[in-house]
């Protein structure tokens, strides 16, 4: 029987900001803020606009409505860019 070799698990195979970094984040992540999605989140999302509904499960994750969706979805912080101007 041949030995398979295990690869790294994908959870500790990502690029997250350091824990200090998030926190910075998160407090800026409040509900009602507008936000756009970074490109990193993939060509379906990326580009999208929306508001900030509240925090998410995890400490990492927000809730947010997309302009246009019935529902809210759930995304990691690093994934999520702040309007500066509201009137966009």
Request: charged residues 25%; without cysteine.
């Amino acid at each position: 029987m041949a030995v398979r070799n295990r690869a790294v698990p994908r959870s500790t195979n990502r690029n997250l900001p350091k824990s200090a970094d998030l926190m910075v984040i998160k407090e800026e992540l409040i509900a009602g803020r507008r936000i756009v999605v970074a490109a990193a989140a993939g060509p379906r999302l990326s580009g999208r606009r929306g508001v900030i509904l509240g925090p998410g499960a995890t400490a990492t994750q927000v809730k947010v409505v997309l302009d246009g969706a019935k529902r809210f979805v759930t995304l990691h912080a690093r994934y999520i860019d702040l309007l500066r101007n509201p009137q966009s």
